[in-house]
Antibody, heavy 121, light 107 residues
Framework: EVQLVESGGGLVQPGGSLRLSCAAS????????MSWVRQAPGKGLEWVAN????????YYVDSVKGRFTISRDNAKNSLYLQMNSLRAEDTAVYYC??????????????WGQGTLVTVSS | SSELTQDPAVSVALGQTVRITCQGD??????ASWYQQKPGQAPVLVIY???NRPSGIPDRFSGSSSGNTASLTITGAQAEDEADYYC??????????FGGGTKLTVL
């Protein structure tokens, strides 16, 4: 069974740090680009970051550049998101997702169930 | 611009056809993908590429594209199709923004 399981969410104070993890199983993790997508309470989906299969390319939404770092460990079938200098507006459910690229398009599949990050004092 | 624009809400009578649209400059170069999300659940891919459905997605879902507009069409909408729908596309910088989402109500 294809599965992505996020962990590491929780309550953190503004300015604090948190590291999210995503454990993959049931598919060849090392063959996929991987992504983080978040959703603030009552809001829409927001793409956060992508990482290439070998980690050589990374892309971030402007609002997290310099604060968040995406990484992966293919030997452990795991994806990570290191979040520093957290702000109230980073409060969201964070989803891990596989990203498949073809020449003219890409798509997110599979998806995890998400982990909630709350930034509040 | 890498922004994708969707109508916030659309409604359709049970059994009728509805089209949900997504506009953006990146759609002139890249196909969109579409995601269905029901309350409290993770998003589910429903359409990708020119008009491809993942296994398990009913054939009443279809996609199309013209110019800067991508469309998701549901032919014969069912009650279980009531959900939020999001489009997504990459841009030339390697980013992958989502549209703002469309809330579909089945009457």
């Amino acid at each position: 069974e294809v599965q992505l399981v996020e962990s590491g969410g929780g309550l953190v104070q503004p300015g604090g740090s948190l590291r999210l993890s995503c454990a993959a199983s049931g598919f060849t993790f090392s063959s996929y680009w991987m992504s983080w997508v978040r959703q603030a309470p009552g809001k829409g989906l927001e793409w956060v970051a992508n990482i290439k299969q070998d980690g050589s390319e990374k892309y971030y939404v402007d609002s997290v550049k310099g604060r968040f770092t995406i990484s992966r460990d293919n030997a452990k079938n795991s994806l990570y998101l290191q979040m520093n200098s957290l702000r109230a507006e980073d409060t969201a459910v964070y989803y891990c997702a596989g990203l498949i690229y073809v020449i003219r398009f890409g798509w997110f599949d599979p998806w995890g169930q998400g982990t909630l990050v709350t930034v509040s004092s | 611009s890498s922004e994708l624009t969707q109508d916030p809400a659309v409604s359709v009578a049970l059994g009728q056809t509805v089209r949900i649209t997504c506009q953006g400059d990146s759609l002139r170069s890249y196909y969109a993908s579409w995601y269905q999300q029901k309350p409290g659940q993770a998003p589910v891919l429903v359409i990708y590429g020119k008009n491809n459905r993942p296994s398990g997605i009913p054939d009443r879902f279809s996609g199309s594209s013209s110019g800067n507009t991508a469309s998701l069409t549901i032919t014969g909408a069912q009650a279980e199709d009531e959900a939020d729908y999001y489009c997504n596309s990459r841009d030339s910088s390697g980013n992958h923004p989502f549209g703002g989402g469309t809330k579909l109500t089945v009457l």
